[in-house]
Protein backbone atom coordinates (compact mmCIF):
# COMPACT_ATOMS: atom_id res chain seq x y z
CA UNK A 1 0.00 0.00 0.00
CA UNK A 2 1.87 2.97 -0.98
CA UNK A 3 0.71 7.20 -0.55
CA UNK A 4 -0.43 7.82 -3.63
CA UNK A 5 -3.04 4.52 -3.17
CA UNK A 6 -3.61 6.61 0.34
CA UNK A 7 -4.21 9.57 -1.43
CA UNK A 8 -6.25 8.17 -4.02
CA UNK A 9 -9.27 6.86 -1.27
CA UNK A 10 -8.55 10.18 0.08
CA UNK A 11 -9.78 12.14 -3.03
CA UNK A 12 -12.45 9.47 -3.59
CA UNK A 13 -13.73 10.08 -0.16
CA UNK A 14 -13.35 13.99 -0.44
CA UNK A 15 -15.22 13.46 -3.41
CA UNK A 16 -18.11 11.65 -2.83
CA UNK A 17 -18.68 13.34 0.26
CA UNK A 18 -19.23 16.85 -2.23
CA UNK A 19 -21.52 14.79 -4.19
CA UNK A 20 -23.68 13.78 -1.41
CA UNK A 21 -27.39 15.37 -2.12
CA UNK A 22 -28.59 15.47 1.05
CA UNK A 23 -27.60 13.99 4.68
CA UNK A 24 -28.74 9.84 3.88
CA UNK A 25 -26.05 10.18 0.77
CA UNK A 26 -23.49 11.93 2.77
CA UNK A 27 -24.26 9.32 5.54
CA UNK A 28 -23.81 6.31 3.46
CA UNK A 29 -20.32 7.77 1.50
CA UNK A 30 -19.31 7.99 5.02
CA UNK A 31 -19.88 4.41 5.59
CA UNK A 32 -18.29 3.35 2.41
CA UNK A 33 -14.83 5.32 3.48
CA UNK A 34 -14.79 5.56 6.77
CA UNK A 35 -16.90 2.51 8.42
CA UNK A 36 -16.08 -0.71 10.15
CA UNK A 37 -15.69 -2.41 6.53
CA UNK A 38 -15.11 1.01 4.89
CA UNK A 39 -11.64 1.87 2.69
CA UNK A 40 -9.71 3.50 5.13
CA UNK A 41 -10.63 0.93 7.29
CA UNK A 42 -9.47 -1.71 5.35
CA UNK A 43 -6.06 0.31 4.46
CA UNK A 44 -5.48 -0.23 8.51
CA UNK A 45 -5.92 -3.94 8.78
CA UNK A 46 -3.21 -3.73 5.63
CA UNK A 47 -0.36 -2.36 7.95
CA UNK A 48 0.41 -5.93 9.36
CA UNK A 49 2.33 -6.93 5.93
CA UNK A 50 4.61 -3.80 6.32
CA UNK A 51 7.69 -3.58 7.48
CA UNK A 52 8.48 -3.07 10.89
CA UNK A 53 10.08 0.27 10.72
CA UNK A 54 7.39 1.68 8.39
CA UNK A 55 4.42 1.23 10.41
CA UNK A 56 4.60 4.11 12.03
CA UNK A 57 5.11 5.98 9.63
CA UNK A 58 2.47 4.57 7.63
CA UNK A 59 0.00 4.32 10.51
CA UNK A 60 0.13 8.37 10.67
CA UNK A 61 -0.60 9.10 7.46
CA UNK A 62 -3.58 6.53 7.50
CA UNK A 63 -5.02 8.48 11.17
CA UNK A 64 -4.27 12.08 9.50
CA UNK A 65 -6.27 11.45 6.23
CA UNK A 66 -8.46 9.90 8.75
CA UNK A 67 -9.05 12.91 11.17
CA UNK A 68 -9.14 15.14 7.47
CA UNK A 69 -12.22 13.04 6.10
CA UNK A 70 -13.60 13.70 9.55
CA UNK A 71 -13.29 17.48 9.99
CA UNK A 72 -14.50 17.32 5.96
CA UNK A 73 -17.53 15.11 6.76
CA UNK A 74 -18.86 16.59 10.11
CA UNK A 75 -18.59 20.37 7.88
CA UNK A 76 -20.79 18.72 5.15
CA UNK A 77 -23.14 17.34 7.62
CA UNK A 78 -23.84 20.54 9.12
CA UNK A 79 -24.15 22.27 5.38
CA UNK A 80 -26.63 20.05 4.57
CA UNK A 81 -28.31 19.97 7.65
CA UNK A 82 -29.28 23.15 7.36
CA UNK A 83 -30.09 23.33 4.16
CA UNK A 84 -32.59 20.57 4.67
CA UNK A 85 -34.11 22.53 7.98
CA UNK A 86 -34.12 25.79 5.52
CA UNK A 87 -36.21 24.24 2.93
CA UNK A 88 -38.66 22.38 5.82
CA UNK A 89 -39.13 25.64 7.02
CA UNK A 90 -39.84 27.18 3.21
CA UNK A 91 -41.91 24.37 2.34
CA UNK A 92 -43.85 24.38 5.85
CA UNK A 93 -44.65 27.67 6.89
CA UNK A 94 -47.65 28.49 8.27
CA UNK A 95 -49.67 30.90 6.69
CA UNK A 96 -50.95 32.74 9.80
CA UNK A 97 -53.30 35.06 8.52
CA UNK A 98 -55.26 31.90 7.20
CA UNK A 99 -59.18 32.09 8.76
CA UNK A 100 -59.50 29.45 11.55
CA UNK A 101 -61.57 26.85 11.58
CA UNK A 102 -64.08 28.05 14.46
CA UNK A 103 -67.10 25.48 15.83
CA UNK A 104 -69.93 27.06 16.24
CA UNK A 105 -70.68 27.66 19.80
CA UNK A 106 -74.66 26.71 21.18
CA UNK A 107 -77.17 29.02 22.03
CA UNK A 108 -80.01 29.58 23.59
CA UNK A 109 -83.05 27.56 22.19
CA UNK A 110 -85.08 30.51 21.46
CA UNK A 111 -88.39 28.34 23.45
CA UNK A 112 -85.70 27.90 26.40
CA UNK A 113 -85.27 31.82 26.10
CA UNK A 114 -88.97 33.10 26.02
CA UNK A 115 -89.72 30.66 28.73
CA UNK A 116 -86.94 32.11 30.89
CA UNK A 117 -87.99 35.65 30.46
CA UNK A 118 -91.55 34.90 31.42
CA UNK A 119 -90.26 33.54 34.85
CA UNK A 120 -88.55 36.51 35.34
CA UNK A 121 -91.66 38.68 34.45
CA UNK A 122 -94.06 36.45 36.66
CA UNK A 123 -91.66 35.88 39.65
CA UNK A 124 -91.86 39.84 39.96
CA UNK A 125 -95.70 39.58 40.72
CA UNK A 126 -94.88 36.91 43.02
CA UNK A 127 -94.71 33.59 41.22
CA UNK A 128 -92.91 30.17 41.71
CA UNK A 129 -92.16 27.58 39.46
CA UNK A 130 -93.82 23.94 39.29
CA UNK A 131 -93.31 20.96 37.57
CA UNK A 132 -95.01 18.30 36.79
CA UNK A 133 -94.91 14.86 34.77
CA UNK A 134 -95.40 14.47 31.44
CA UNK A 135 -97.20 10.99 31.39
CA UNK A 136 -100.31 11.98 33.63
CA UNK A 137 -102.61 10.16 35.48
CA UNK A 138 -106.52 11.04 33.53
CA UNK A 139 -107.28 11.67 36.97
CA UNK A 140 -104.81 14.62 36.82
CA UNK A 141 -105.44 15.57 33.27
CA UNK A 142 -108.83 15.35 32.94
CA UNK A 143 -111.35 14.39 35.85
CA UNK A 144 -109.76 16.83 38.62
CA UNK A 145 -109.93 19.55 36.19
CA UNK A 146 -113.93 18.91 35.58
CA UNK A 147 -113.37 17.23 32.41
CA UNK A 148 -115.62 13.74 32.76
CA UNK A 149 -114.99 10.62 31.72
CA UNK A 150 -116.92 10.30 28.77
CA UNK A 151 -118.05 14.18 28.31
CA UNK A 152 -117.73 16.04 24.77
CA UNK A 153 -115.25 18.59 26.38
CA UNK A 154 -112.72 15.67 25.97
CA UNK A 155 -112.81 15.94 22.39
CA UNK A 156 -111.61 19.95 22.90
CA UNK A 157 -108.17 18.42 23.15
CA UNK A 158 -106.92 15.44 20.76
CA UNK A 159 -105.13 12.89 23.26
CA UNK A 160 -102.34 9.81 23.17
CA UNK A 161 -103.89 7.76 25.27
CA UNK A 162 -101.40 5.55 26.73
CA UNK A 163 -103.20 2.98 28.54
CA UNK A 164 -106.69 3.30 30.03
CA UNK A 165 -105.50 5.77 32.97
CA UNK A 166 -102.34 7.31 31.89
CA UNK A 167 -102.22 10.45 28.86
CA UNK A 168 -99.46 12.07 27.58
CA UNK A 169 -100.28 15.23 29.48
CA UNK A 170 -102.23 17.70 26.61
CA UNK A 171 -102.21 20.76 28.94
CA UNK A 172 -99.92 22.01 31.83
CA UNK A 173 -103.44 22.53 34.08
CA UNK A 174 -102.91 19.17 35.77
CA UNK A 175 -99.73 20.95 37.29
CA UNK A 176 -102.83 23.39 39.28
CA UNK A 177 -104.30 20.37 40.91
CA UNK A 178 -100.80 18.87 42.18
CA UNK A 179 -99.95 22.15 43.57
CA UNK A 180 -103.25 22.55 44.98
CA UNK A 181 -103.21 19.41 46.49
CA UNK A 182 -99.50 19.31 47.91
CA UNK A 183 -99.76 23.11 48.86
CA UNK A 184 -101.30 25.45 51.18
CA UNK A 185 -103.21 28.84 49.96
CA UNK A 186 -102.95 31.51 49.30
CA UNK A 187 -100.93 30.27 45.59
CA UNK A 188 -99.05 32.01 43.00
CA UNK A 189 -97.32 29.28 40.96
CA UNK A 190 -96.18 29.21 37.31
CA UNK A 191 -95.54 25.79 36.07
CA UNK A 192 -93.62 24.51 32.48
CA UNK A 193 -93.00 21.98 30.06
CA UNK A 194 -93.97 20.36 27.07
CA UNK A 195 -97.82 19.00 26.39
CA UNK A 196 -99.21 16.70 23.70
CA UNK A 197 -101.04 16.80 21.19
CA UNK A 198 -102.77 14.99 18.44
CA UNK A 199 -102.60 18.07 15.81
CA UNK A 200 -100.27 19.10 13.92
CA UNK A 201 -99.98 22.68 11.14
CA UNK A 202 -98.78 25.84 10.40
CA UNK A 203 -99.90 27.07 13.72
CA UNK A 204 -100.41 23.62 15.77
CA UNK A 205 -97.23 21.20 17.01
CA UNK A 206 -98.16 17.69 18.12
CA UNK A 207 -95.58 18.63 20.81
CA UNK A 208 -95.49 22.13 22.02
CA UNK A 209 -94.78 23.64 25.27
CA UNK A 210 -96.89 25.48 28.11
CA UNK A 211 -96.79 28.23 30.47
CA UNK A 212 -99.64 27.56 32.97
CA UNK A 213 -100.63 30.56 36.04
CA UNK A 214 -102.38 29.85 39.05
CA UNK A 215 -102.99 32.19 41.62
CA UNK A 216 -105.10 31.38 44.95
CA UNK A 217 -106.49 33.45 47.52
CA UNK A 218 -109.04 35.22 49.76
CA UNK A 219 -110.89 37.77 47.04
CA UNK A 220 -109.74 37.34 43.46
CA UNK A 221 -111.76 38.53 40.82
CA UNK A 222 -112.02 38.53 36.65
CA UNK A 223 -110.21 41.99 37.24
CA UNK A 224 -107.05 40.51 39.11
CA UNK A 225 -107.00 38.12 36.31
CA UNK A 226 -106.94 40.78 33.48
CA UNK A 227 -104.51 42.96 35.23
CA UNK A 228 -101.87 40.45 36.25
CA UNK A 229 -102.47 39.20 32.17
CA UNK A 230 -102.41 42.26 30.80
CA UNK A 231 -99.23 43.35 32.45
CA UNK A 232 -97.36 40.07 31.61
CA UNK A 233 -98.16 40.52 28.44
CA UNK A 234 -96.89 43.97 28.16
CA UNK A 235 -93.73 43.06 29.77
CA UNK A 236 -93.19 40.37 27.54
CA UNK A 237 -93.67 41.50 24.13
CA UNK A 238 -93.50 45.44 24.77
CA UNK A 239 -96.16 48.38 24.59
CA UNK A 240 -97.19 48.20 21.15
CA UNK A 241 -98.99 45.11 20.62
CA UNK A 242 -102.60 44.84 21.07
CA UNK A 243 -104.53 42.20 22.98
CA UNK A 244 -108.21 41.38 23.85
CA UNK A 245 -110.00 38.50 25.92
CA UNK A 246 -112.79 37.00 24.19
CA UNK A 247 -115.29 35.17 26.14
CA UNK A 248 -114.92 31.65 26.14
CA UNK A 249 -115.66 27.96 27.79
CA UNK A 250 -113.27 25.86 29.88
CA UNK A 251 -114.65 23.00 32.22
CA UNK A 252 -112.01 24.16 34.97
CA UNK A 253 -112.82 27.87 34.48
CA UNK A 254 -115.53 30.24 35.23
CA UNK A 255 -115.83 32.61 33.66
CA UNK A 256 -113.18 31.52 31.10
CA UNK A 257 -111.96 33.68 28.10
CA UNK A 258 -109.39 33.39 25.30
CA UNK A 259 -106.63 35.83 24.89
CA UNK A 260 -105.71 37.07 21.59
CA UNK A 261 -102.95 38.90 20.39
CA UNK A 262 -102.82 40.87 17.13
CA UNK A 263 -100.70 39.08 14.13
CA UNK A 264 -97.09 40.40 13.83
CA UNK A 265 -97.11 38.78 10.32
CA UNK A 266 -100.07 40.47 8.63
CA UNK A 267 -100.37 43.28 11.27
CA UNK A 268 -103.87 42.68 11.85
CA UNK A 269 -104.71 42.55 7.83
CA UNK A 270 -105.58 38.26 8.02
CA UNK A 271 -102.69 35.91 6.70
CA UNK A 272 -102.65 31.99 6.74
CA UNK A 273 -100.72 32.15 10.16
CA UNK A 274 -103.72 33.94 11.30
CA UNK A 275 -106.60 32.37 9.91
CA UNK A 276 -107.77 35.58 8.16
CA UNK A 277 -108.35 37.22 10.96
CA UNK A 278 -105.63 39.50 11.95
CA UNK A 279 -105.63 37.79 15.72
CA UNK A 280 -103.31 34.85 16.75
CA UNK A 281 -104.41 33.41 20.38
CA UNK A 282 -101.97 32.77 22.74
CA UNK A 283 -104.27 30.89 25.29
CA UNK A 284 -107.09 30.42 27.72
CA UNK A 285 -107.76 32.05 31.66
CA UNK A 286 -110.67 32.48 34.02
CA UNK A 287 -111.40 32.19 37.13
CA UNK A 288 -111.34 28.42 38.99
CA UNK A 289 -114.42 26.57 38.89
CA UNK A 290 -115.23 25.64 42.06
CA UNK A 291 -115.76 22.15 41.41
CA UNK A 292 -112.12 21.75 40.59
CA UNK A 293 -111.54 22.89 44.40
CA UNK A 294 -114.04 20.19 45.88
CA UNK A 295 -111.80 17.97 43.45
CA UNK A 296 -108.43 18.76 45.23
CA UNK A 297 -110.01 19.63 48.36
CA UNK A 298 -109.81 23.30 48.88
CA UNK A 299 -112.21 24.99 50.72
CA UNK A 300 -114.35 27.13 48.63
CA UNK A 301 -115.08 30.55 48.52
CA UNK A 302 -112.64 31.05 51.10
CA UNK A 303 -110.43 30.49 48.73
CA UNK A 304 -111.14 31.90 45.01
CA UNK A 305 -108.99 32.01 42.29
CA UNK A 306 -107.77 32.22 38.62
CA UNK A 307 -105.58 30.52 36.27
CA UNK A 308 -104.55 30.90 33.03
CA UNK A 309 -102.49 28.75 30.18
CA UNK A 310 -100.16 29.88 27.48
CA UNK A 311 -98.20 28.23 24.46
CA UNK A 312 -94.32 29.44 24.70
CA UNK A 313 -94.64 28.55 20.86
CA UNK A 314 -97.22 31.01 19.82
CA UNK A 315 -95.52 33.50 22.02
CA UNK A 316 -92.11 32.99 20.48
CA UNK A 317 -93.88 33.52 16.72
CA UNK A 318 -95.71 37.01 18.18
CA UNK A 319 -92.46 38.25 19.45
CA UNK A 320 -90.21 37.35 16.99
CA UNK A 321 -92.46 37.04 14.18
CA UNK A 322 -92.12 34.12 12.76
CA UNK A 323 -94.46 32.69 9.93
CA UNK A 324 -94.10 28.94 10.96
CA UNK A 325 -94.90 27.29 14.27
CA UNK A 326 -92.59 24.17 13.08
CA UNK A 327 -89.40 25.93 13.00
CA UNK A 328 -88.91 25.46 16.70
CA UNK A 329 -88.39 21.70 16.98
CA UNK A 330 -86.75 21.54 13.41
CA UNK A 331 -83.24 22.65 15.19
CA UNK A 332 -81.98 23.90 12.00
CA UNK A 333 -79.01 26.45 12.95
CA UNK A 334 -79.54 28.96 10.36
CA UNK A 335 -83.16 29.38 12.24
CA UNK A 336 -81.78 29.23 15.83
CA UNK A 337 -78.92 31.53 15.32
CA UNK A 338 -81.13 34.19 14.71
CA UNK A 339 -82.07 34.82 18.35
N1 LIG B 1 -105.38 24.31 29.69
C1 LIG B 1 -106.04 25.13 28.72
C2 LIG B 1 -105.59 24.67 27.33
O1 LIG B 1 -104.60 24.06 27.21
C3 LIG B 1 -105.68 26.59 28.89
C4 LIG B 1 -106.16 27.15 30.17
C5 LIG B 1 -105.36 27.13 31.29
C6 LIG B 1 -107.43 27.71 30.27
C7 LIG B 1 -105.80 27.67 32.49
C8 LIG B 1 -107.87 28.25 31.42
C9 LIG B 1 -107.07 28.23 32.53
O2 LIG B 1 -106.26 24.94 26.35
Same mark, same amino acid.
Given at each position: ???????? @???????????????????????????????????????????????????????????????????????????????? &??????????? @????????????????????? @? &????????????????????????? @????????????????? %??????????????????????????? $??????????????????????? &???????? &????????????? %??????????????????????????????????????????? $??????????????????????????????????????????? $???????????????????
Amino acid at each position: MSQTQLND @IKQKALKAFQAAQNSTELYNAKVQYLGKSGALTETMKLMATLPKEEKPQFGKLVNDVKTELEAFYSKAEDELKNKEINSQ &MESEKLDLTLP @IDIQPLGSEHPIYKVTNEIFG @I &MARLGYALRTGPMIEKDYYNFEALN @IPKNHPARDMQDTFFID %ETHVLRTHTSPIQIHSLENEKPPLRVI $GTGPVFRCDSDISHLPNFHQIEG &MCVDEKVS &MADLKGTISFFVK %EFFGPGLKTRFRPSFFPFTEPSAEVDCSCPICKGKGCSLCKHT $GWIEIGGCGLINPKVFEFAKVEYPKWQGFAFGFGVERMAIIKY $GVDDIRLFPQNDVRFLKQF
